[in-house]
């Protein structure tokens, strides 16, 4: 391993500050594509109910991946609006947010952390939605095995509802 290659692995405490500051610089009032921006205490507690994880490069987060269980973020309206429109089974969890900076894109990051993901919820079907205009995740997670199974209209804007079984 280099000092250039980013190290994935499951999430700590000491991870929060760079997950935040790499969440808010990809917000979409920023020219990102992320669709929700979760406070602190919320990203510490998905932390401690399913894994989350990052990609470092030394003490730097250079990505992230939450989960969480259905029911975690059931009170956010765009996540209510998912599973409205596709349930999927009953112990499905919800894969996303998922997010590369910048300087880490195309490298295989997202992939590294998914198979990373994978590992710590074998059998389990995860879901997620990806804004229909992000071209780029819809390919990268197309990519990854991912299937569209759904789309919802949320805020103006349209959504595919993706599924896969780890």
Known sequence: MTEYESIVSTAV???????????????????????ASLPRSRIAAMMQEMPLIVARRGAHVTGFLMSTSRTMNAD??????????????PEAYVYGPVCVGEEE???????????????????REGILFIRQDNEPSLR?????GMNQVASFSFKGSVYAVFSYVA
């Open 76 to 89: 956010i309206p765009i996540v209510k609006a998912m599973f409205d429109a596709y349930q999927g089974t």
């Open 105 to 123: 894109r195309g490298k295989g990051l997202a992939q590294k952390m998914f198979a990373a993901l994978k590992r710590l919820e074998p059998g």
């Open 140 to 144: 990268a997670h197309v990519k990854m």
């Open 13 to 35: 405490e000491s991870d929060l500050d760079g997950i935040l500051e790499l969440q808010e610089a990809n917000q979409t009032a920023r020219g990102g594509s992320l669709s």
